[in-house]
C-alpha cells in the first residue's frame, strides 16, 4: 500500500488529474481479468471481456496519443483532394508514460484470457503492478506473472540486493547526465538546425544521437531496475549491447527487450507469426513493426522508422533463410549502419529533413561543426568509456559494471562514476526521451 | 547487519573525504592554468576589458600595446554577462587599480560562463556573494560537495595544459569569414550555429533585470570610488537587430556620464569593417580584430590622456 501510494503520488506530481486515467485503466482491466476467470468455460464471455480490456486501453491511448495526428492527416487528406474540411485538432496534454502502462496493463488481461496467469483479487497489488512507480513511465514493460507474485508477496530486502541496486542506479545516472546529456549538447543543435550544416557534421551527429538514445533510455532502465531491486522487487533486463548485435534480428532480441518481446508475443504470434508461409511471414513482420514505430509517438517519423526496421528484418529473415547471417564482425558493422541510418529517421524533426539529411550525408562536404569542441572531445571518449565499461560484462547480468570480483575496485569505480558525474554531467534537467512515448 | 551499516558509512566518509582532497588539488590546478591569475593580474594592465566571447575576440592588446604604447588585458569570457564583469572588477580592484576598464555591452537576459569563470576566486567574498544568485540546488551542491564547483572546468583545464590562452594577453583569435547557407547562400540567422544555450548547463540561469541594471550601476560607483573609468563599448555587428541590453546600458550610461563607444550598425561609426572581417555575424575574424582594436586604440588613448 504504502508502495501504490508512492507510485500515485510521483505521477500526481507531474499532473494530478491524469491519476484518474491510471485508476480507470487499472479498475478495468481488474474487473475484465476478474471476469475472464470467473468465465474459464464460456468462450463468449471470456473474448467480450477481453475486448473490453484491449478497446478501453485502446481508446484512452488512440485519443490521448494519436487523435490529433489522425485529425491532422485527415485534413491534409481531404484537402488534398480538393474538400474544404471542417475539423480543428484537440488540445489534448499527453499522459506521461501511457503508452508503457496501458500496454502492461493489457499484456494482464491477455494472459488470463489464455490461461496462463490466474486474476488477482487484489485490487491493491494489481494497481501497483500497473503504477509501481521506478517503471511506470519509461519500463521496462513487466508482465503480470513476473511483477505481480513479487508484489503479493512478503519482501526481505537483501544487502547484497540493496547493494546491486545501487550499482544499477550510478551507472544508469552516469549514462544519462553524462553520457547522453552530454551527447545531446552537439545533437540537439545539429538536428534543430539541419539546414546549416552538411555531410559530415550529420554523420558524426546522428553517430552521437544513436549513444544518447542507447544511454538515455538504457540509463533510465537501469535506474529503474536498479531502485526495485533494492526494494526487493526485480524487474526485466531491457537491454543487453544492441551495438553488438551482429543482425537486426540480434539487435531487436538485445533493444527494448521489454517492448519486443511484448510486441512479439501479443502481435506478431497472434497475427500468425512465421507459421503461413513466407509472404505471411513478411506482412506479420510489417504490421508488427510498424505498429511498433507507432507506438513511439503520432509522426511520420517514427512510422518510417517503424517501416525500415520491418524491411531490414524481412532482409535478415530471407538471409536467414539462405543461411547468410553474418555472425562475424561485418555482421555487427553492418547492424551498426543500418541502425544508424534508421535513427536519422526517429530524431528528425519530420519526414523532409530527414531525407535531406541523409541526401547531404550522401553529398560529401568538408565542413565540420564543432560548435566547443569540449563537447565534441567528452561525446567522444564518453562513448569509448561505456563500450568498454559494458563489454567487459556482456554476460553479466543487467550489464553491471560495478561487478568486480575485488570489493577495491568496485569502490575505485564507484567513485570515479560518481566525480564523472559530478564533473562532467549536465545538470539542465534533461527529461528523458523515452517518456514522451 | 552492523558490518553492512558499517560499510555503507565507510563509503559516504571516504567521499566526502575525497570530495576536499580533488577540491583542493583543483583549486592549485585552476590557480596555476587560469590565465587570469597568472599573467594578468601580476602584470597590472593599465586597462582591462570585460566582455563576453564577442569582445574576446575582437580586442587584440598588442595592436593597442604596438600602436600606441597601452598596456592592456583583454579579460573577457565567453557566455558571460555582468555577473562575470562584476566579479572580475572584484578581483582586479583587490590586487589592483587599473586605469580604464572598457565594459561591452553584454546581454542583460542570462548569464551562463560566470561560474565557470569566477570558480577560482570564490574565495574573494564579492564573487562569493555575485554566485550566491544561482538556483538554491546549485548553491547547495556547492556546499555539500566541494569539487562540483569544477562541473565543466577539468576539460578546459586539461585543454590549458595544451593551448596558451596568453599568447595574445587574452584574445583569442577568430580565423575564416562570415559562413553562409550552403542551400541558398543566405546569410546565416544569428543563433542559429550559437545554440549552444545548454552546454553550460545549471549555471545558465534568466537574470533578473533590475538586478543586472542595479549591477551596472554598481560597477560605474565602484570603479569610480577607486579612481577607475569606465567605458562601455556596443559591439560592432554585421547585421541584425540590436539586443535589448543595447538600450539599458545606453540608457545606464546617459544616467551616469559614461562614455559609451557605439560600434553597432546602428550608429555607423565603423566603416572600416566589412563582411569578410566578421567570422559570424557578431563575432570579428583576426582581421576585423586588427582594425577594431586600431579604433579602440584611438579612444582610450584619448580617455587616458583626459581627453574625453
Known amino acids: 500500500m504504502m508502495l501504490l501510494l508512492a507510485s500515485y503520488f510521483f505521477y500526481g506530481m507531474w499532473d494530478w488529474r491524469f491519476l484518474f486515467l491510471i485508476i480507470l485503466s487499472t479498475t478495468i482491466d481488474y474487473l475484465c481479468g476478474l471476469k475472464i476467470g470467473h468465465c474459464q468455460n464460456e468462450q463468449a464471455k471470456k473474448k467480450t471481456f477481453l475486448f473490453i480490456s484491449i478497446v478501453s486501453n485502446l481508446l484512452i491511448l488512440g485519443f490521448f496519443k494519436y487523435a490529433n495526428f489522425f485529425i491532422g492527416n485527415l485534413i491534409f487528406f481531404l484537402e488534398s483532394i480538393g474538400i474544404q474540411a471542417n475539423l480543428n485538432t484537440l488540445n489534448i496534454i499527453l499522459p506521461v508514460g501511457i503508452s508503457f502502462y496501458t500496454f502492461q496493463s493489457m499484456s494482464y488481461t491477455i494472459d488470463v484470457y489464455r490461461g496462463e496467469l490466474k486474476p488477482t483479487k487484489k485490487y491493491f497489488d494489481f494497481a501497483l503492478y500497473v503504477a509501481f512507480f521506478p517503471q511506470l513511465v519509461a519500463g521496462p514493460i513487466e508482465r503480470a506473472k513476473r511483477l505481480l507474485p513479487q508484489i503479493s508477496f512478503e519482501r526481505k530486502v537483501q544487502f547484497d540486493d540493496f547493494t546491486l541496486g545501487c550499482r544499477l542506479i550510478l551507472w544508469g545516472l552516469f549514462k544519462k547526465v553524462v553520457v547522453a546529456d552530454g551527447l545531446a549538447l552537439y545533437v540537439d543543435p545539429v538536428f534543430q538546425n539541419v539546414q546549416y550544416h552538411s555531410s559530415f557534421t550529420f554523420v558524426v551527429a546522428t553517430f552521437f544521437f544513436a549513444f544518447q538514445i542507447y544511454c538515455d533510455f538504457s540509463g533510465y532502465s537501469n535506474i529503474a531496475i536498479g531502485l526495485a531491486r533494492m526494494m526487493g522487487i526485480r524487474l526485466m533486463q531491457n537491454f543487453r549491447l544492441p551495438y553488438m548485435a551482429s543482425n537486426i534480428r540480434d539487435f531487436w532480441s538485445r533493444w527494448h527487450i521489454s517492448l519486443s518481446t511484448w510486441l512479439r508475443d501479443y502481435l506478431y504470434i497472434p497475427l500468425g507469426g512465421s507459421r503461413f508461409g513466407y509472404l505471411k511471414t513478411c506482412r506479420n513482420i510489417m504490421i508488427t513493426m510498424l505498429l511498433g514505430g507507432l507506438w513511439h509517438g503520432a509522426n511520420w517519423t517514427f512510422v518510417f522508422w517503424g517501416a525500415l526496421h520491418g524491411g531490414y528484418v524481412i532482409i535478415d529473415h530471407l538471409r536467414g533463410k539462405a543461411g547468410k547471417v553474418q555472425g562475424n564482425v561485418i555482421g555487427v558493422v553492418t547492424t551498426f549502419l543500418l541502425v544508424l541510418v534508421s535513427w536519422i529517421f526517429f530524431r528528425a524533426n519530420n519526414l523532409s529533413e530527414a531525407l535531406f539529411i541523409v541526401k547531404s550525408i550522401f553529398n560529401p562536404n568538408i565542413s565540420f561543426f564543432v560548435g566547443a569542441w569540449t563537447i565534441v572531445a567528452q561525446g567522444f571518449l564518453s562513448i569509448v568509456f561505456i563500450y568498454l565499461m559494458e563489454a567487459r560484462v556482456k554476460d553479466v547480468e543487467y550489464c553491471d559494471v560495478l561487478s568486480f570480483r575485488s570489493a577495491t575496485m568496485q569502490w575505485i569505480f564507484s567513485y570515479l562514476l560518481i566525480f564523472g558525474i559530478i564533473f562532467f554531467g549536465v545538470g539542465s534537467g534533461e527529461q528523458f526521451i523515452y517518456f514522451q512515448f | ?308
Not at chain 2, 22 to 49: A, C, G, M
Not at chain 2, 135 to 141: D, K, N, Q
Not at chain 2, 270 to 296: C, R, W, Y
Open chain 2, 1 to 308: 547487519m552492523r558490518k553492512n551499516t558499517f560499510k555503507i558509512l565507510l563509503f559516504i566518509l571516504i567521499f566526502f573525504a575525497l570530495d576536499l582532497c580533488v577540491d583542493r588539488i583543483l583549486s592549485q590546478w585552476s590557480k596555476k592554468t587560469n590565465s587570469i591569475y597568472t599573467k594578468f593580474l601580476h602584470k597590472e594592465p593599465e586597462v582591462v576589458f570585460l566582455g563576453d566571447s564577442k569582445l574576446r575576440s575582437s580586442i587584440n592588446p598588442k595592436v593597442l600595446k604596438e600602436n600606441f604604447g597601452i598596456s592592456s588585458y583583454n579579460a573577457s569570457f565567453y557566455g558571460t554577462g555582468m555577473i562575470y564583469a562584476s566579479g572580475m572588477q572584484a578581483i582586479t580592484l583587490e590586487h589592483y587599480k587599473p586605469k580604464v576598464f572598457v565594459l561591452q555591452s553584454m546581454t542583460t537576459l542570462t548569464d551562463r560562463g560566470a561560474m565557470n569563470a569566477l570558480t577560482p576566486f570564490l574565495n574573494n567574498p564579492k564573487v562569493y556573494k555575485l554566485l550566491d544568485i544561482y538556483p538554491y540546488y546549485v548553491a547547495l551542491r556547492h556546499r555539500l560537495l566541494k569539487s562540483s564547483k569544477y562541473n565543466w572546468m577539468l576539460l578546459t583545464m586539461v585543454k590549458r595544459l595544451f593551448v596558451d590562452y596568453d599568447l595574445f594577453y587574452g584574445y583569442v583569435p577568430r580565423y575564416g569569414a562570415q559562413k553562409v547557407d550552403r542551400t541558398s547562400k543566405k546569410e546565416i540567422p544569428r543563433g542559429a550555429m550559437l545554440d549552444f544555450g545548454a552546454a553550460f548547463h545549471d549555471y545558465e540561469i534568466p537574470m533578473d533585470q533590475l538586478k543586472v541594471e542595479q549591477m551596472i550601476l554598481d560597477f560605474v560607483d565602484e570603479s569610480r570610488a577607486y579612481g577607475v573609468k569606465v567605458v562601455i563599448v556596443a559591439q560592432p555587428m554585421l547585421y541584425g537587430p540590436v539586443d535589448d541590453s543595447y538600450y539599458v546600458f545606453k540608457r545606464i550610461a546617459e544616467e551616469k556620464g559614461v562614455l559609451f563607444l557605439d560600434y553597432t550598425k546602428k550608429s555607423n561609426r565603423v566603416t572600416a569593417l566589412k563582411e569578410k572581417h566578421f567570422n559570424d555575424p557578431i563575432h570579428l575574424n583576426h582581421q576585423g580584430a586588427k582594425i577594431f582594436s586600431q579604433i579602440m586604440g584611438e579612444e582610450i588613448k584619448k580617455i587616458i590622456m583626459g581627453q574625453e
